[in-house]
Each structure stands twice: as C-alpha cells, then as structure tokens.
T-cell receptor, first 114, second 114 residues
Framework: AQSVTQLDSQVPVFEEAPVELRCNYS??????LFWYVQYPNQGLQLLLK??????LVKGINGFEAEFNKSQTSFHLRKPSVHISDTAEYFC????????????FGQGTELSVKP | ETGVTQSPTHLIKTRGQQVTLRCSSQ?????VSWYQQALGQGPQFIFQ???????GRGNFPPRFSGLQFPNYSSELNVNALELDDSALYLC?????????????FGAGSRLTVL
C-alpha cells in the first residue's frame, strides 16, 4: 500500500525568502508524484508532477520539486516566495496503473508574512 | 476549454437524510473521481468512474454511491447521512486513455450534516 507523509503541518516564512515543503512517500511499486495547491475555499490546482525522466521537475508559479528515489522523497521548493503563495499544499502519489486514485498527504499550510 | 464544475457549492443536511452532488467534467475527459476532504485533512479517494462503470473504490461504505452519464458528467450520492460525512467533496476528471491520469479538480461541494 502507498502512503504519503508531509513532514511539516505549518511553515511560516517571510516574503522573498526561500521555502522547502517536505514530502516522503512509501510504496513497493513505481509511482507518479504530484504537488497540488489549495487556496482558501477553492479546489485543488496542480503545481507540478513527476511521471518519469528528469528528477528535477518545474511547475507553475516558480515552484520546483526533486524526486529522490533512494530517499523516497519529493520535496517542493521555491527560491523566493510571495504573499500570494499563502495556501495549503498537498503532496500526492498514485500507482502507475491507478491514475485516478491519488493518495494525499495531510497537507502543509504555507504562511508568507510581509 | 471549460474546467470541472460542481453543484451545489454549499448545502446543509440533517443526519439520516440523503444527498446528491453533481459534477460536470472538463471537456474531453472520460474519467471522473470523487474525493472527500474533511476539515484540516488531505482528500481521500472515494471512487472512480470510467465509461459509466465504477473503476476503483476507496475505503468508503456502500451508502456512498455514484453514477457517470454518457456525457461524462457524474453524481455522488450519500444515503443515511452521518455527522462525520460533513466535508468538502471534490470531483476530479481526467483523460483515462493517456498513460498517467493527471486530475483536474473542481472547487468542491461543502456538505454540513447537522
């Protein structure tokens, strides 16, 4: 069975500072990995995905993530955050032949302060 | 290209009642998944429909049921509502014919059970 652990429930950071949101997963088979963002009272928006190939994945809004198979991690990074990045961030994993079934982490609340 | 739309956006029911939530998939998508997101939690997979048939189910009781229609729109039905059913219900659509199903989420229907 797959599982996802987001290591930080809340991450406060000042505007223009770098940020890393940590995600570890557990799976005995090959998986796809995703980061989604959820703004207040909204649905989920895809930030980026890792399906195969290069382990460094670039997404929207200046975010990137690196897939590390040996450490089973998929941490999300941004070199300089903005106030508008304040939101809940979810890491998710799916088995390669169960595409519609995502296993989500508990979420990390990113709070960007001026 | 239209996105995923859900209705209603908010609703209040009492324990024991039944509820139907509706979802219109993104144009060109033939697969729909439903998720339950309790307050402060990550979304949890309820089930997926492909070509009008259930194609995967999470750990939810049979009183959670669904339908997918020929135009790929979908319904989630919950019978005998319980207080713990209070949550944001998210619908997501994808193109099931491609290798990796990247999900597009709607904004959700927030259900409160009193």
């Amino acid at each position: 069975a797959q599982s996802v652990t987001q290591l930080d429930s809340q991450v406060p950071v000042f505007e223009e500072a770098p940020v890393e949101l940590r995600c570890n997963y557990s799976s005995s088979v090959s998986v796809y990995l995703f980061w989604y963002v959820q703004y207040p009272n909204q649905g989920l928006q895809l930030l980026l995905k890792y399906l195969s190939g290069s382990t460094l994945v670039k997404g929207i809004n200046g975010f990137e993530a690196e897939f590390n198979k040996s450490q089973t991690s998929f941490h999300l990074r941004k070199p300089s955050v903005h106030i508008s990045d304040t939101a809940e961030y979810f890491c998710a994993v799916s088995h390669y032949n169960q595409g519609g079934k995502l296993i989500f982490g508990q979420g990390t609340e990113l709070s960007v302060k001026p | 290209e239209t996105g995923v739309t859900q209705s209603p956006t908010h609703l209040i029911k009492t324990r024991g009642q039944q509820v139907t939530l509706r979802c219109s998939s993104q144009s060109g998508h033939n697969t729909v998944s439903w998720y339950q997101q309790a307050l402060g939690q990550g979304p949890q997979f309820i089930f997926q429909y492909y070509r009008e048939e259930e194609n995967g189910r999470g750990n939810f009781p049979p009183r959670f049921s669904g339908l997918q229609f020929p135009n790929y729109s979908s319904e989630l039905n919950v019978n005998a509502l319980e207080l713990d059913d209070s949550a944001l219900y998210l619908c997501a659509s994808s193109d099931g014919t491609t290798g990796a199903n990247v999900l597009t989420f709607g904004a959700g229907s927030r259900l409160t059970v009193l």
